[in-house]
């Protein structure tokens, strides 16, 4: 298949590592837009207890997934899942990459080489929840600064971020 303007066709992968809920839904939304435009549309994601059982029927049968070994936020799953994102981008060979949450854009952020183009949409900053303990917010917004410095545009989804 081609773009319309006649060329090869442009390849999004999204790396998702909690897919439920509103992100799945901005993943579900933004997927299917790219998908309806001609784009070749890939869904990397974690596979978590909140995850529906079949991730595949809420997107068009087009859409590639590539379940990842997502299971949890320990370091173990993370490492893991940037091993695999890694395996799959130079598979799949995507033009863009786009990051959904604190744990898939650092992870994709590691895992993807640098030249091609990520984008990271955090979906609410993990350092601005103030019920998290002082630490632990301090670790988080280590980690985006570390993930901001990686990527070539952030995305928001509200006038919070």
Known sequence: MTSSAGGPQ?????VVEAF???????VRVLAEERHAAGWAVGVAYGRRPETPRDARSILSPGIEMFSMPWQDRSVRSHVRTWSAVREL?????PDVVHLHSSFAGLVGAMACPRGVPVIYTPHGYSFARESSPRLARLAFRTVERITARRVDLIGAVSEAE
């Not at 442009?10 to 999204?14: A, D, K, T």
Request: glycine share 12%.
């Open 10 to 14: 442009p390849r999004v992968l999204h």
């Open 20 to 26: 439920a809920t509103g992100t799945m839904e901005v």
């Open 89 to 93: 981008h130079g598979r799949w060979r």
